[in-house]
């Protein structure tokens, strides 16, 4: 709008109106985006009830669209869906920002297929981390020690630059973080590690939910809700990645050479990846196409454990309830050959099943992230490519 920036507005209401006039003189309907608003808010704690009457007036006879965006979860959620926030019950359109989806990183950072389990073993779907990889040649590992292993580099202290900006600060759940990152997933393994009660943990549980840093596995066929056997698991494969390689040995790697920090992280990589193709595999069950698509469409996987059971990596319901989907994640590094499908395939066939409803089919699947060509069924098990999840 010509002369709007060459004002000096003495606060939030002068500004908003002389915005809404200018809007509605130029039949403009926006979108008007205000980023980061927690942070205007911890400078102009009248912000939110300003805008709140703006938005009811000016803006709606102006027709304006509004979008407030900011980096601290729990301090959006309070302005627009606590009760007595001045902007409750405003929203129209909540967008909970995801993860990119595996099938942008090989453009993204221009590798091919065979690197694409390592690179989201690395960065997840984070666009910021994307970025920041992609000014960095060579293997997912290479490009972790510059930025994430090297004290100098861009992601050394990322988690800690996570957690500051939350509003208020979430510095008090980073010993949760640790305890989880370290491989205590059970909530008394977490309050061991902690010497605290498991009653206390609770609420910072909840905030680190709230916030998407962590998430609760429950077993298939339990209420989601269930208590005793949760599991907590860091959500993000890079933050899994820099707690469990990074926290523990940040003084080790600041006074440590290249070749060293290549070692630490080589020794933890083949669990990390590993995890990294289960959770990717069972995220893009709902979406999957092909052959075991076709057997769908499928609700969200969960794993199975349950004592000295055989566990699964993901079981899912067809959406009909008709079937039921159990299969087995490997991460091999190189393509599976024939034998070796069959050697899986048969351990799969006959691996006793989890606790289901009667009557339903059973699909087996194998999850490989790459397969010499061949067959692709033996012994009625599927054999499931990172290609056919993509």
């Known amino acids: 709008?010509?002369?709007?920036?060459?004002?000096?507005?003495?606060?939030?209401?002068?500004?908003f109106t002389r915005l809404a006039t200018d809007a509605r003189a130029r039949n403009f309907t926006g979108p008007l985006v205000l980023d980061e608003l927690p942070y205007l808010v911890a400078s102009s704690p009248e912000l939110p009830s300003v805008l709140q009457r703006w938005i009811d007036h000016d803006a709606k006879r102006a027709r304006l669209r509004v979008a407030i965006a900011g980096s601290s979860q729990r301090m959006m959620q309070g302005l627009v869906l606590a009760g007595d926030a001045p902007l409750y019950g405003r929203a129209h359109v909540m967008l909970d920002i995801r993860p990119l989806e595996l099938r942008y990183l090989a453009s993204a950072l221009r590798v091919g297929d065979a690197d694409l389990v390592d690179h989201w073993t690395a960065w997840g779907g984070v666009p910021r981390y994307w970025e920041l990889a992609g000014t960095k040649k060579g293997s997912a590992s290479d490009r972790l020690v510059e930025l994430a292993l090297d004290p100098l580099g861009a992601l050394f202290s990322e988690p800690e630059r996570l957690l500051l900006e939350?509003?208020?600060?979430?510095?008090?759940?980073?010993?949760?973080?640790?305890?989880?990152?370290?491989?205590?997933?059970?909530?008394?393994?977490?309050?061991?590690?902690?010497?605290?009660?498991?009653?206390?943990?609770?609420?910072?549980?909840?905030?680190?939910?709230?916030m998407g840093l962590?998430?609760?596995?429950?077993?298939?066929?339990?209420?989601?809700?269930?208590?005793?056997?949760?599991?907590?698991?860091?959500?993000?494969?890079?933050?899994?990645?820099?707690?469990?390689?990074?926290?523990?040995?940040?003084?080790?790697?600041t006074v440590g050479t290249r070749a060293s920090r290549v070692a630490v992280i080589a020794s933890h990589w083949d669990h990390l990846r590993a995890q990294a193709w289960e959770d990717l595999c069972r995220d893009t069950i709902p979406r999957i196409k092909g052959?075991?698509?076709?057997?769908?469409?499928?609700?969200?996987?969960?794993?199975?454990?349950?004592?000295?059971?055989?566990?699964?990596?993901?079981?899912?319901?067809?959406?009909?309830?008709e079937r039921v989907l159990v299969g087995e994640a490997w991460s091999a590094a190189k393509p599976v050959s024939r034998a070796a499908f069959e050697k899986v395939a048969k351990e799969v066939a006959s691996r006793a099943l989890p606790p289901m409803r009667k009557n339903v089919e059973v699909v087996r699947a194998v999850f490989v992230p790459a397969a010499v060509a061949g067959v692709r069924v033996v012994d009625g098990v599927h054999l499931i490519t990172q290609a056919d999840l993509i």
Do not use: M
Request: charged fraction near 25%; hydrophobic fraction near 40%.
């Open 166 to 210: 939350e509003s208020p600060s979430a510095l008090e759940v980073r010993p949760l973080l640790d305890a989880i990152g370290a491989g205590a997933h059970r909530l008394s393994e977490i309050a061991g590690r902690l010497g605290r009660a498991a009653t206390s943990l609770g609420k910072p549980l909840e905030r680190l939910l709230g």
């Open 214 to 253: 962590i998430r609760r596995d429950v077993p298939y066929g339990e209420p989601a809700r269930g208590g005793k056997r949760s599991l907590y698991k860091i959500d993000d494969p890079f933050l899994r990645l820099w707690f469990r390689v990074v926290a523990p040995n940040r003084a080790a790697l």
């Open 291 to 321: 052959q075991l698509g076709r057997r769908g469409p499928w609700l969200p996987a969960q794993r199975y454990w349950h004592g000295n059971e055989p566990e699964w990596d993901l079981v899912a319901d067809s959406v009909d309830r």
């Open 1 to 15: 709008f010509p002369g709007f920036s060459d004002v000096i507005y003495p606060d939030w209401q002068r500004l």
